[in-house]
């Protein structure tokens, strides 16, 4: 079955970096888009960033643009995100999102609070 496992979030401070990453299993990663999502509180959730099967392509709110980067290793079935520049707005719970058979598939979510 498919399964999403982020992990990499914390705390902190405004400007500072953080690198989350997705551990996908149960499908053929290599073959798929695969995404980042957030969720801030009172919020619905929203696109951050998407990459093509091979990582040839992307995609970014405008909100992350120049700031965050999405990248993949298909041969650990694995997808990153790279957020510098951070600030306050970007606190939320950041998703891995498979989209794949009609349905989308979510990780638990990993939480970013950026906070002095």
């Known amino acids: 079955q498919v399964q999403l496992v982020e992990s990499g979030g914390g705390l902190v401070q405004p400007g500072g970096s953080l690198r989350l990453s997705c551990a996908a299993s149960g499908f053929r990663f290599d073959i798929h888009v695969m995404s980042w999502y957030r969720q801030a509180p009172g919020k619905e959730r929203e696109l951050v960033a998407a990459?093509?099967?091979?990582?040839?392509?992307?995609n970014y709110a405008d909100s992350v643009k120049g700031r965050f980067t999405i990248s993949r290793d298909n041969a650990e079935n694995t997808v990153h995100l790279q957020m510098n520049s951070l600030k306050p707005e970007d606190t939320a719970v950041y998703y891995c999102n498979l989209y794949y058979n009609d349905r989308d598939y979510w990780g638990r979510g990993t939480p970013v609070t950026v906070s002095s």
């Open positions: 990459i093509s099967p091979i990582g040839s392509a992307t």
